[in-house]
Structure formats: C-alpha cells, structure tokens
C-alpha cells in the first residue's frame, strides 16, 4: 500500500515537473518571439533614421545653394 502511494506522489511529481517544463518552453518561445519582433523595428527605425537623414542633408544642401544664389544676386 504504501508502494502504492510513493509510486502514485512520484508520477504526480513527475507531471507537475512536465507541466512547468512546458510552461517555460512556452515562454521561452514567446521571449524568443518578442525578441525577434523588436530587432526587426529596431532595424526598421534606424533604415527611416538614416533615410531621414538622408533627407535633411539634401535639404541643408539645397537651402546653402539658394543662400549662396541669393548673396550673389544681392
């Protein structure tokens, strides 16, 4: 009888340790998964970063033309 109980309160054991084992797999996953979806807008922010840029340079350039254009005029 006793046998009986400690094989009974080892498999409950045992199922308790499954049913942890897979709720850190899932949140490993789930990590895992945020994870990746964050370096992909982190990549994404900083390809708008640098065409962003991009732009305001271009601006700079054609306002320090104009500037220049205007002071020869004047």
Avoid at 2 to 19: G, P
Avoid at 23 to 44: G, R
Wanted: glycine share 2%.
């Amino acid at each position: 009888k006793k046998k009986e109980e400690v094989e009974r309160v080892q498999k409950e054991k045992a199922d308790e340790l499954n049913t942890v084992h897979e709720k850190i797999k899932q949140v490993v996953a789930k990590k895992d998964e945020t994870f990746s979806n964050l370096k992909q807008q982190y990549e994404a922010a900083c390809k708008r970063a640098d065409h962003l840029e991009g732009l305001l340079e271009q601006q700079r350039h054609l306002m320090l033309k104009k500037q220049a254009n205007s002071n020869k005029i004047d």
